[in-house]
């Protein structure tokens, strides 16, 4: 991501209100990053990393992996850096062409479609809740094996069982426990991600060539 005179103001600021924290510095950009786009510091406590999961999504990056996300603000939100920088293709559960059915929302019918059509992609679930429960049902049941799952829908009921089943899951993946989250969020974070992953390969395409 580019950044202007007043975008680096503010991250300034954000750094100096921020004084003590256990966050390694990938995942502290990640949490700026987020605090950047909500003004919200209660993130930096929420924000939480399964093991290896930055290094595993930032190969999965780097791998042109598919991306799959539930609703079109987060497609649109990640589209411009993807593009710019990997080219992985994106697609989006919400506007996904399913037979109308009444157990799941459309996004969750269209997020279990792209699922099983692309297993083992990188999902970003912003918005709906019962789209994250798909994904974690089929994984699972071993239908699915995602490279990534980044979390963060919101709300007061079932959000937190969810995340924590997330949690307790062996999925690589970033959350936002608690009932807040959004897709504003989930796009901080795959953004500020997706910054990390090419400096990284951008470093590893300098050694090869050398």
């Known amino acids: 991501m580019e950044w202007n005179a007043l975008s680096a103001q503010n991250l300034a600021i954000i750094d100096q209100e921020v004084e003590d924290h256990s966050l390694s510095p990938a995942a502290y950009e990640i949490a700026r990053r987020i605090v950047f786009y909500t003004f919200d510091f209660g993130y930096l406590s929420s ?35 993807v593009d710019k920088y990997f080219a992985n293709p994106i697609y989006c559960g919400m506007e996904t062409l399913t037979r109308p059915q009444k157990q799941k ?73 608690g009932n807040k989250g959004g897709a504003v969020v989930a796009v901080a974070i795959f953004t500020a991600l997706i910054d990390l992953a090419w400096q990284a390969y951008q470093q590893d395409t300098k050694v090869v060539n050398n």
């Open 47 to 81: 924000l939480a990393f399964s093991p290896a999961s930055l290094q595993t999504g930032a190969a999965a990056l780097a791998a042109r992996t598919t991306i799959v996300v539930d609703v079109p603000m987060v497609k649109a939100g990640i589209l411009p850096n």
């Open 105 to 177: 929302t459309k996004t969750a019918w269209g997020i279990q479609t792209l699922a099983r059509r692309y297993p083992e992609a990188i999902f970003i679930i912003g918005e709906d809740l019962s789209a994250l429960k798909v994904l974690i049902d089929l994984a699972e049941s071993d239908q699915i094996k995602p490279a990534l799952v980044i979390a963060t829908p919101g709300g007061f009921v079932g959000a937190e069982l969810l995340k924590n089943k997330l949690k307790n899951s062996t999925l690589p993946h970033i959350r936002v426990d």
